[in-house]
Nanobody, 117 residues
């Protein structure tokens, strides 16, 4: 089974930018879609959906991040990116990559983003 791993998290100042990477150890097109989610300190019970991209490049965004976050597949093979800009403290959290399959989805271990001055 293809596994995925996130990277790129870290500490960033308010208003700053960060790019997260989701790398698959196989063909990422195995997944019908790849999405980013996050779990924030104010909502640790569930993961909040952020954005999604299909193998053909169709994208979708949650309204709260549309215009600030960009999901893409351009770059390294088997990698999906989440470019984030205009970050605020409310964007602090653990960001997860999700690979959608007919069976159980595949999740990465998460990468932490802290937005603070």
């Amino acid at each position: 089974q293809v596994q995925i791993m996130e990277s790129g998290g870290g500490l960033v100042q308010p208003g700053g930018s960060l790019r997260l990477s989701c790398v698959a150890n196989g063909d990422i097109s195995t997944f019908s879609s790849v999405a980013w989610y996050r779990r924030t300190p104010g909502n640790e019970r569930e993961r909040e959906y952020l954005a999604m991209i299909t193998p053909s490049g169709v994208t979708d965004y949650y309204h709260s991040v549309r215009g600030r976050f960009t999901i893409s597949r351009d770059g390294a093979p088997n990698t999906v990116y989440l470019q984030m800009s205009g970050l605020t403290s409310e964007d602090t959290g653990v960001y997860y990559c999700n690979g959608r399959l007919p069976g159980p989805d595949v999740w990465g271990q998460g990468t932490q983003v802290i937005v603070s001055s």
